[in-house]
C-alpha cells in the first residue's frame, strides 16, 4: 500500500514531517523517505525499514535538514521521494498506488524524448520516476499532474513539492484518501488522519477524487475540482487503516465494531469465548462479543517489541515463522475451550493453518473462524493490498483449482454465497485449515458497516467488478 505526509510552515517543518511520516509505517513495507526544501535545493533521506523502525532510522538525519516545506512517505518496494530537476524547476515527488500500464507508459516518454530514465535493483523502472516524466511533459506542474492523472491506469495518489508549496492530488477515482490538516502558521497533507491531533492539527479538508489542491503556508487553493465518480478501497476500514483514522467521515475502529457485530447477528456458533487475531480482528471480534453477549479475550499476545510485521518477509516460510513466533499463547484461555476468531481476512490461509494447529497444540477443545470480509477470489489491481505473487497464490483460487482443475474461468458463482459452488469452496478451505467452522462476511453487511453508498467503494478483490 504505502503512506505519505506532508507540510508546509511558516516555521520548520522538519519535526512534524519527521513524526507525522512515522504516523504511516503500518502502511508500508520496506523504504522510508523524506524530503525537504531548504529555499535554494532538497535535503533527502532514503532508508531500508524492513527490519527496523522508521524512526530509528531516521533520527540521525533530522539535525541535517531545515526548511519549512516537506514531503515524506512510506513505501511498498520504491524508494521515495525522488527529486527532479526539469524544464519546470527542481521539486520532490511522492506517490501512493499502483501504475498498472508502466511500461507503456515508459516507452511512451522515451518515444517523447524523455532522455533516459534509473533503472533500480531489479532492473524496473520506479513508478514515480515515470509520474515525473509525465508531469515534466507539460507546460505547468498542475497541467503536468492532471495529464498523468488521464494518462496512468489503476490509481496515483501523489504529493509534489515545489518551491511554491506542495500539490497535494487524490488518485483518479479516490481509492485512497488524502486530507489536508490546519494549525497555527502551518499545513499539513496526509494519508492517515490519525497524525493529525498529536501533532496540533485540526482536519481541514479532504480531498475528492481526483482533486488537486495547492497548499502553501498561506493557504489551501483548488487547482482541480474532485470528480463525481469514487471507488475508494474497502479494505482500508476493515484491515489497512489505522483504528483512529477517519475516511469520509467514517471511523476505522468503528467501522470495524459495526462489521464484527453484523457477523454475529448472522452467525449461531456457541463458543465460550470470542477473540481477535491481533491487531486488526480485534476490533471486529469486540463488536462480535458484544452483539452476541459471548466473553471477549486475549488467548494470543502480540509480541511486538523486536518482531517487524508477519507481512514484511518476501519467501512464505520466513513470514509464518515470523507470525507464529509474534503470537503468545495463554493456555489458561485456551485450553478445553470452544473458541471463535476473528480475522480481518483470509488471504493464503498458511499462518492461520499455523495459528490453529497452535491452539490445538494447546488442548483447545474447537476452534471457530470468522473472517471480516468475503472470500478473496481476485487479487488487488488497484494498491497492491496483498503480498501474493500470484492470483493462485490466494486460499480461495487454491480450492478452485482443486475443485475445477486447471483453467477455470467462470469465478462469479464461486464470489456469490447463494450457490452451492461458494458454499462448496468455504467448506474446503475450513477443512483444509483445520477450523471446527468457517464463515465469512457477507459483502452487504460489510459495505453497510463502512456507511457510504455501495457504489462508492471498490469491491473489486471479492466479486472481480471494476
Wanted: proline residues 5%; contains cysteine.
Amino acid at each position: 500500500m504505502g503512506g505519505l505526509f506532508g507540510v508546509v510552515s511558516k516555521k520548520s517543518c522538519v519535526t512534524d514531517l519527521y513524526f507525522g511520516t512515522d504516523y504511516h509505517s503500518h502502511l508500508g513495507t520496506s523504504r522510508g523517505g523524506m524530503a525537504v526544501w531548504t529555499g535554494t535545493g532538497f535535503t533527502k533521506a532514503i532508508h531500508n525499514i524492513e527490519n527496523d523502525q522508521f524512526r530509528s532510522k531516521f533520527e540521525v538525519d533530522l539535525s541535517k535538514m531545515k526548511g519549512n516545506m516537506g514531503i515524506g512517505c512510506i513505501s511498498d518496494s520504491d524508494p521515495q521521494p525522488l527529486t527532479v530537476r526539469s524544464h519546470l524547476g527542481q521539486y520532490a515527488i511522492t506517490t501512493v498506488g499502483r501504475i498498472n500500464n508502466l511500461k507503456e507508459l515508459v516507452d511512451k516518454s522515451l518515444k517523447n524524448n524523455f532522455i533516459h530514465f534509473m533503472e533500480m535493483s531489479d532492473g524496473e523502472v520506479n513508478p514515480t520516476e515515470e509520474v515525473a516524466a509525465l508531469i515534466d511533459q507539460e507546460d505547468t506542474f498542475s497541467n503536468g499532474i492532471m495529464s498523468a492523472q488521464e494518462a496512468i491506469k489503476g490509481s496515483c495518489t501523489m504529493l509534489v513539492l515545489t518551491p511554491e508549496g506542495i500539490y497535494a492530488a487524490r488518485d483518479r477515482l479516490g481509492r485512497t484518501p488524502l486530507i489536508i490538516g490546519k494549525k497555527t502558521d502551518a499545513y499539513c497533507v496526509t494519508f492517515e488522519s490519525c497524525a493529525l491531533t498529536n501533532l496540533g492539527y485540526e482536519m481541514e479538508y479532504e480531498l475528492g477524487p481526483g482533486e488537486i489542491m495547492l497548499i502553501t503556508p498561506e493557504g489551501i487553493e483548488c487547482i482541480c475540482p474532485p470528480r463525481k465518480e469514487m471507488k475508494m478501497c474497502s479494505f482500508l476500514w476493515v484491515y489497512y487503516g489505522y483504528p483512529s483514522s477517519t475516511y469520509e467521515g467514517m471511523n476505522v475502529e468503528v467501522m470495524r465494531n459495526r462489521n464484527g457485530a453484523a457477523l454475529a447477528r448472522n452467525d449461531n456458533a456457541e463458543v465460550d469465548l470470542v477473540a481477535g487475531i491481533p491487531d486488526s480482528g480485534v476490533a471486529h471480534a469486540l463488536g462480535y462479543s458484544n452483539e452476541a453477549r459471548i466473553p471477549f479475550g486475549r488467548p494470543f499476545i502480540k509480541y511486538t517489541p523486536t518482531w517487524s510485521r508477519s507481512f514484511l518477509p518476501q519467501t512464505p516460510e520466513m513470514r509464518s515463522l515470523v507470525a507464529r513466533m509474534k503470537l503468545m499463547p495463554i493456555n489458561d484461555l485456551i485450553k478445553g475451550k470452544r473458541l471463535l476468531f476473528c480475522d480481518d481476512s483470509i488471504v493464503r490461509g498458511t499462518q492461520m493453518r499455523e495459528t490453529v494447529e497452535l491452539l490445538y497444540a494447546c488442548k483447545a477443545k474447537e476452534v471457530h473462524i470468522r473472517s471480516a470480509c468475503p472470500p478473496i477470489v481476485f487479487g488487488c489491481k488497484y494498491l497492491n493490498f496483498s503480498r501474493s505473487r500470484t492470483e493462485l497464490d490466494l486460499a480461495t483460487r487454491q480450492t478452485i483449482k482443486k475443485l475445477e482443475g486447471n483453467g477455470y474461468t467462470a469465478l462469479e458463482e464461486y464470489s456469490d454465497p447463494k450457490t452451492e459452488r461458494y458454499q462448496r469452496m468455504v467448506e474446503y478451505i475450513g477443512d483444509r485449515l483445520n477450523f471446527t467452522s468457517l464463515k465469512y462476511q457477507a459483502l452487504p453487511d460489510m459495505l453497510d458497516a463502512i456507511g457510504l453508498p455501495h457504489e462508492k467503494l471498490c469491491t473489486y478483490c471479492w466479486n472481480g467488478k471494476e
